[in-house]
């Protein structure tokens, strides 16, 4: 009995060593592969942690001399975050920050800068649509109108899609093209939510140009317009 235990024995273990002696690289491989992308993913979560605590700290020195009014220190201070945390959201929001301040100082160029790198380069959509929101007013400014459709024609965020069309509305106005003008802010008007506060201003600039709820739907509105074009 003891002998038959002793083959079953050594025939498993000679099975065990054929299987090793087969699939042992193999499984070795794998093992190694698993754990080294274990390890690159927590070496990858600690730069990350590291590299956003960096940045709320450079954000913070950049919202601390923006809010003492130096502008050239606050532009130095968004080099450095850019050339060190471009892909964080801080940088983008180091961006918003330091277009505003130099906005406010009079320095439409700087403003303009730091926007166009928001919009361009942001991860984030909102971020991106926020700054494009923001340069299109200040194109206008600088009857840049062309320039100001084009940017705001880009990819924006859902959220902002009835802003988009408000100022677009105000970009025609400016030009001129009334029928555009009224068409877009028609478009930001339905897409506004109706308790929202900004609705009530689209109303008021569609007012202006002879449109209002009662009057008619957009489609009736825009068909009235090609018959007074033709005219």
Do not use: C
Not at 3 to 19: A, G, P, R, T, V
Not at 189 to 200: I, Q
Not at 222 to 228: F, T, V
């Amino acid at each position: 009995m003891a002998n038959h235990l002793d083959l079953e024995e050594q025939e498993q273990l000679d099975q065990l060593k054929h299987f090793w002696r087969q699939y042992g690289n193999l499984i070795t491989w794998g093992l190694i592969v698993v754990l080294g992308a274990v390890a690159a993913w927590n070496g990858y979560q600690y730069w990350q942690r590291s590299q956003s605590i960096q940045a709320a700290a450079m954000f913070d020195e950049v919202e601390k001399v923006a809010r003492n009014g130096d502008l050239q220190k606050t532009e130095r201070a968004f080099s450095d975050m850019k050339e060190r945390f471009a892909s964080t959201t801080y940088a983008q929001q180091a961006g918003l920050l330091v277009a505003q301040s130099a906005y406010a100082a009079g320095n439409a160029e700087t403003a303009k800068t730091a926007l166009t790198w928001v919009a361009e380069k942001s991860d984030d959509q909102g971020f991106s649509s926020i700054a494009r929101l923001r340069l299109s007013g200040i194109l206008i400014e600088s009857k840049a109108y062309d320039e100001a459709l084009k940017l705001l024609a880009g990819n924006m965020a859902e959220e902002f899609t009835a802003l988009a069309a408000d100022r677009r509305g105000d970009i025609y106005l400016a030009q001129g093209k009334k029928l555009e003008a009224k068409a877009e802010y028609q478009k930001s008007f339905k897409a506004f939510d109706e308790r929202a506060e900004y609705r009530r201003l689209v109303l008021v600039k569609l007012n202006a140009l002879g449109w209002s709820p009662e009057i008619g739907a957009v489609d009736g509105d825009a068909s009235s317009g090609k018959m007074e074009g033709s005219k």
